[in-house]
């Protein structure tokens, strides 16, 4: 896949700069890249091939045999912005839960607990178009950020990027996380919507405790059309990035064998109620993790 420019995406030699705890089952790395040129898109992605860590030989020898193929690279959104200093991707640790999920995780245990400052890695990149058009002030004076656990991460980068730029979007994020301490960045965006307050409006919505003292703003339950409602001015004129789990290709696989249709997740639940609100796909831009 070629980006602009015609500058084909590439392998990288990076440098585990810093490592920040973000929740009690995520990390977050910040990558040195040294002279590459920090050529990417806010909302992009880059990928890490697990062959290259020698301590994952014989599991991934055992997974591929299991499943028949060769153990892929995986993709990692970028929560920072091309005008800081270090690549920051956020890793929550996948955990093998019998009769739900498919396979041990390979790679987001040792990167979200065992890669130390110093740790060197090849990464693959820059790609994906989860990203906001330069055009895009002409279309929109609102965009809308509707996230769920660790989804959150490409909307930061875009976030950063747009208050940097000061393309004068205005930005509403509405962020759903378990309890207070699975939300990601959450110092880091108190702060942004402090310093930014015409640019940016945060809400944490949690779902299995009440939020006490959370700050801007926060409520208990899942995000539901009256609430996204209430923070549309104009529909015309507003864009949506969503992130968060959806459903996985091998469970709508699973679901149809047994002739159903798989249960919506959180990208797709959202992705129904903005459609039934009115909202266009073209004003939609979705990823979804699982």
Same mark, same amino acid.
């Given at each position: 896949m070629a980006? $602009? &420019?015609? &500058?084909k995406v590439r392998e990288i030699q990076a440098v585990v700069a810093d490592v920040r705890e973000e929740t009690h089952d995520a990390a977050s790395l910040l990558l040195d890249i040294g002279d590459e040129e920090r050529d990417y898109k806010a909302g992009q992605f880059i990928t890490i091939d697990p062959h290259q860590f020698g301590f994952l030989e014989q599991v991934i020898a055992y997974l591929e045999e299991v499943k028949g193929t060769r153990e892929k690279p995986r993709a990692y959104s970028m929560g920072s912005a091309p005008h800081e200093p270090h690549i920051l991707i956020t890793v929550k640790e996948e955990r093998f839960w019998?009769? $739900?999920s498919k396979y041990p995780p390979v790679l987001s245990p040792p990167l979200s607990r065992h890669c130390p400052p110093g740790t060197t890695l090849t990464i693959s990149g820059f790609t994906g178009p989860y990203a906001i058009p330069q055009d895009a002030g002409q279309k929109a004076d609102t #965009? +809308?950020? +509707?996230?769920a656990g660790s989804g959150i991460v490409p909307n930061f980068g875009l976030i950063k990027d747009s208050i940097h730029r000061g393309d004068d979007l205005h930005h509403v994020l509405l962020y759903s996380s378990k309890t207070r301490s699975d939300i990601f960045y959450y110092d880091q965006f108190a702060a942004l919507a @402090?310093?930014? *307050?015409?640019q940016l409006t945060v809400l944490h919505s949690l779902t299995r405790e009440d939020p006490h003292q959370i700050e801007p703003a926060s409520r208990k339950g899942r995000? !539901? @059309? $009256?609430? %996204?409602? *209430?923070? #549309?001015? !104009?529909l015309d004129r507003t864009l949506v990035y969503c992130c968060g789990p959806g459903v996985l290709p091998w469970e709508r696989k699973e679901a149809r064998e047994r002739g159903e249709e798989p249960a919506p997740k959180f990208v797709e639940t959202m992705?129904? %109620?903005l459609h039934e609100l009115g909202f266009d796909k073209r004003q939609i831009k979705q990823e979804s993790w699982g």
């Open positions: 980006e $602009e &420019r015609g &500058r019998p009769g $739900e #965009v +809308l950020h +509707l996230c @402090a310093a930014h *307050s015409e995000l !539901d @059309a $009256e609430l %996204i409602k *209430s923070y #549309v001015k !104009d992705i129904q %109620i």
